[in-house]
C-alpha cells in the first residue's frame, strides 16, 4: 500500500502565479482533505473533498480551489499567488464510513513563492 | 480563535524519561482527539487517539489521558528515546468529519 502521495514535493512560483498540487488518497479511501502548513505551525483546513464534490471548507479565499476526480484522487489549486502562500500543503485521506477516526497525510508539497 | 491550544512549544528530556505534552480545548462538540508525529520534510503521522468516552489510551509507550471536565488531554512518552524527537500536534474534530483543528505544535528534543 503506497498510502498518501503527493506531487510535486517541491515548487517554486513567482507572485500572480497559479499552481496545482496534486494528491492521491491511500487506497480503499474515497474522502480528501487539504491543509495549509505554514513554518512553525500546526496545519490549517483548507477544504474537503468526498464525491467529486467540496463538503467543508476552512477560512480560505476564493483563490484557493479543488477537485475530486472519480478515482478520488484530487487536485488542490491556487491562483493569484501571494508571498503568504509559501507553506507545506498536505492532504490527508480518510473512509467516509469510518470518519471521525484515522486521517492518514501524505509527505506534502513544499510550495515557495518569491 | 485558536480552537485547540497545545504546550509547551518545545520540550529537552534525558533519554529513559517522560516527555509530557498538554492540549486544552473549547469545543465540547469535539469527540476524537488524535495525536500526530511528525518529521522534518515529512507529513504528520498518526500515533494514537482517544474518544472522550475513556480517560486514558495506552500505545506501547505513547499514553493519552484525557479529562472530559477540564476539556484537556495530554500525551505521555514514557522511556523517551532520541528517535522520538520531533514535532507532535494535538488535534481535535467532530461529528464524523474528518476536518482537524490542530494543535500549534511542541518541538520534542530527546538528548542522549
Known amino acids: 500500500d503506497a498510502g498518501v502521495t503527493q506531487s510535486p514535493t517541491h515548487l517554486i512560483k513567482t507572485r500572480g502565479q497559479q499552481v496545482t498540487l496534486r494528491c492521491s488518497p491511500k487506497?480503499?479511501?474515497?474522502?480528501v482533505s487539504w491543509y495549509q502548513q505554514a513554518l512553525g505551525q500546526g496545519p490549517q483546513f483548507i477544504f474537503q473533498?468526498?464525491?467529486?464534490?467540496?463538503?467543508q471548507r476552512g477560512n480560505f479565499p476564493d483563490r484557493f480551489s479543488g477537485h475530486q476526480f472519480p478515482n478520488y484522487s484530487s487536485e488542490l489549486n491556487v491562483n493569484a499567488l501571494l508571498l503568504g502562500d509559501s507553506a507545506l500543503y498536505l492532504c490527508?485521506?480518510?473512509?467516509?464510513?469510518?470518519?471521525?477516526?484515522?486521517?492518514?497525510f501524505g509527505q506534502g508539497t513544499r510550495l515557495t513563492v518569491v | 480563535q485558536q480552537q485547540v491550544k497545545q504546550s509547551p512549544q518545545s520540550l529537552i528530556v534525558q533519554k529513559g524519561g517522560i516527555s509530557i505534552i498538554n492540549c486544552a480545548y473549547e469545543?465540547?462538540?469535539?469527540?476524537?482527539f488524535p495525536w500526530y508525529q511528525q518529521f522534518p520534510g515529512k507529513g504528520p503521522a498518526l500515533l494514537i487517539a482517544i474518544r472522550p468516552d475513556v480517560s486514558e489510551k495506552k500505545e506501547g509507550r505513547f499514553t493519552i489521558s484525557f479529562n472530559k471536565s477540564a476539556k484537556q488531554f495530554s500525551l505521555h512518552i514514557m522511556d523517551s528515546q532520541p528517535g522520538d524527537s520531533a514535532t507532535y500536534f494535538c488535534a481535535a474534530s467532530m461529528h464524523n468529519f474528518n476536518k482537524f483543528y490542530f494543535g500549534s505544535g511542541t518541538k520534542l528534543n530527546v538528548k542522549p
Open positions: 487506497s480503499g479511501h474515497d474522502t
Open positions: 469545543n465540547t462538540a469535539f469527540d476524537y
Open positions: 490527508a485521506s480518510s473512509r467516509s464510513d469510518r470518519l471521525g477516526t484515522e486521517a492518514f
Open positions: 473533498y468526498y464525491e467529486e464534490e467540496e463538503r
